[in-house]
């Protein structure tokens, strides 16, 4: 299941009460309450980030979940509401604590960020050429050249400057960079999460069900079933001819 949950950038309260949330689901991701892997998407991260959550990055690995923070650029992470906070230490954090990145067309400086951060090949460039003029000032090429070995990112700031719609530049920590195109599946049934009263309403009808079940469960088991159908009136019984 899939539980969405909307904050407001412009109300304090509601604000505080996402960053309250995030830190009671950390509490409960440690605690280890869940059978199953789960997933957090924080969007936005900016107007929710705090020095607790960017420590859970790296404190929830070891207990069967994960989460992913989505922001505009890499310094949006210093401009987060409260003051008390380091900022620098903060982005520094969260950068450190994400094993996986994936970079769409953006600022310079983020742009920039990624390229160093993909890796450096050497590239064969030509530094010289020799050319011949003959007595009419035309030029030909003597077929002499020199070669040398330059190093450049594995990914160009300008590759990452230009890139188009939903592709992106993908980092993570067992192999190269590369270039990634995503496709994300849209969420086509959305139901808002019950009330209290209707929530025990079904609960009791669940409840309710099952009881009903396993008593006929029992009638079966003690032969009262068996033997109802063992006393069928044969009057009863219409004859079915199959026409084909």
Avoid at 225 to 242: A, L
Wanted: hydrophobic share 35%.
């Amino acid at each position: 299941s899939i539980v969405y949950i909307k904050g407001r950038q412009d109300d304090d309260l509601i604000r505080e009460v996402c960053t309250a949330l995030l830190i009671e689901w950390k509490d409960c991701i440690i605690r280890k309450k869940h059978t199953k892997h789960i997933y957090a998407a924080l969007d936005e991260a900016k107007f929710c980030i705090s020095a607790t959550v960017a420590s859970a990055l790296a404190t929830i690995l070891s207990k069967d979940a994960n989460m992913s923070l989505a922001y505009q650029e890499r310094d949006d992470i210093k401009n987060v509401p409260d003051q008390t906070v380091d900022k620098e230490a903060l982005k520094n954090q969260v950068e450190t604590n994400t094993l996986i990145t994936l970079s769409y067309k953006c600022s310079f400086d983020t742009a920039e960020w990624v390229a160093n951060n993909t890796g450096t090949i050497l590239k064969s460039t030509t530094r010289m050429e020799q050319v011949d003029t003959d007595g009419f000032g035309a030029e030909k090429w003597t077929g002499n050249r020199m070669i040398g070995s330059e190093e450049e990112n594995l990914i160009n700031t300008n590759s990452i400057l230009s890139l188009n719609k939903r592709v992106g530049v993908f980092m993570n920590n067992e192999g190269l960079a590369q270039y990634l195109f995503t496709s994300w599946i849209n969420v086509k049934e959305k139901v808002s999460l019950p009330s209290r009263n209707e929530a025990i309403t079904r609960q009791e009808k669940i409840i309710n069900q099952e009881v009903t079940e396993n008593q006929i469960n029992e009638e079966i088991l003690s032969g009262k079933k068996q033997n109802d159908i063992d006393n069928i009136d044969i009057e009863t019984v219409e004859k079915v001819h199959f026409n084909p």
